[in-house]
């Protein structure tokens, strides 16, 4: 991976150190507390697959797993920022067929590959959950700044990383086999680690909005 990788990773810091910050001032609301969680447990498994990494061990596995948890973390983020009862339950309803279907996909398939259509089936539950927040955002008789909404920058964050993760995947097979060029590979890399720096600091920046909301 590489200085600049564990520098990315050491970025991590920067949203956990915000969340606890705001934890031990009593100003993390319950929304905050779940991204913090979230970006917890991200920072956990970026560790044990640079670790794994590291000594040559597949773990492709190991971003299955994590993919059940990009599913979980945005359904409980988002479920009561629906208005009507209707919209929760359709959530939960493609939450539920998400489930399913990556559970399925995952037993048929073979763990060391790639996981490319569990990539693009988490892709379309998060944005058809962040989809219809968005518009029922937009659709309230409330004026503001949506820059300024945790919720908005969230979901904003969770689209543009899951776009290039799907986009990433589903080249995956040509860039390793060199379709695209050897240096493609190294430049990818270099991008998805210089995203996940630009994630952590909007992560960060929705931790310290989310202090507002302890009601």
């Known amino acids: 991976m590489g200085n600049w990788g564990y520098f990315v990773i050491s970025s991590y810091i920067l949203p956990i150190g915000m969340g606890l910050a705001l934890l031990i001032q009593r100003r993390l609301p ?79 398939d073979d763990w060391q590959n790639q996981p490319s259509l569990q990539s693009a089936i988490t892709f379309g539950c998060i944005a058809f959950i962040i989809g219809m927040y968005f518009v029922e955002m937009f659709q309230s008789e409330k004026v503001f700044n ?42 990818l890399n270099g991008v998805n680690l210089g995203l996940i720096l630009f994630y952590n600091v909007l992560y960060s920046y929705a931790l310290w909005l989310s202090r507002h909301r302890l009601t």
Request: charged share 5%; proline share 2%; net charge neutral.
């Open 30 to 108: 319950f929304i905050g507390g779940i991204l913090w969680v979230y970006m917890l447990f991200t920072l956990c498994v970026e560790i044990i697959s640079a670790i794994l990494a590291s000594n040559g061990i597949n773990t492709l596995w190991l971003f299955r797993i994590y993919l059940y948890a990009e599913l979980i973390f945005p359904t409980l983020f988002f479920y009561n920022q629906f208005s009507k009862r209707s919209g929760r339950t359709l959530l939960l309803v493609v939450f539920g067929a998400s489930m399913i279907m990556t559970s399925l996909t995952n037993f048929f």
């Open 146 to 187: 949506p820059f300024t909404d945790v919720y908005f920058v969230v979901g904003a964050t969770l689209l543009l990383g899951h776009s290039c993760t799907l986009i990433y995947d589903v080249v995956y097979d040509y860039v390793v086999n060199g379709y695209f060029g050897i240096q493609i590979h190294f430049i």
